[in-house]
């Protein structure tokens, strides 16, 4: 079924949802030093990550965008505490 016109704006759907998160993460990233981002510990997004793909796997477009939020959720608090920790602007 990947290859049905359902499916395959399911996939539009979960990658605009997910370029729209990357566009937040990536703009928070950019507000850090060199130094800052090569200290930066985003590993709490696997698992976030890990639930994105098997939603995906598994059609499942309400876990995607819950485990998408969670994905965003994480990366955000994790700069956020390199920014207080670390000193970035």
Same mark, same amino acid.
């Given at each position: 079924m990947p290859d049905t016109p359902a499916a395959q704006g399911d996939a539009e759907w979960a990658h605009d949802l997910s370029k729209d998160a990357l566009a937040r993460l990536a703009k928070r990233y950019a507000e850090f030093s060199s130094a800052d981002k090569e200290v930066l510990e985003l590993s709490t997004q696997v698992e976030w990550a890990e639930r994105m793909h098997a939603a995906g !796997?598994?059609?499942?477009?309400?876990?995607?965008?819950?485990?998408? $939020?969670?994905? @965003?959720? @994480?990366? !955000? $608090?994790?700069? $956020?505490?390199g920014r207080v920790e670390g000193g970035a602007a």
């Open positions: !796997l598994a059609n499942d477009p309400t876990a995607f965008r819950a485990a998408l $939020e969670g994905w @965003v959720r @994480v990366g !955000l $608090e994790a700069m $956020e505490f």
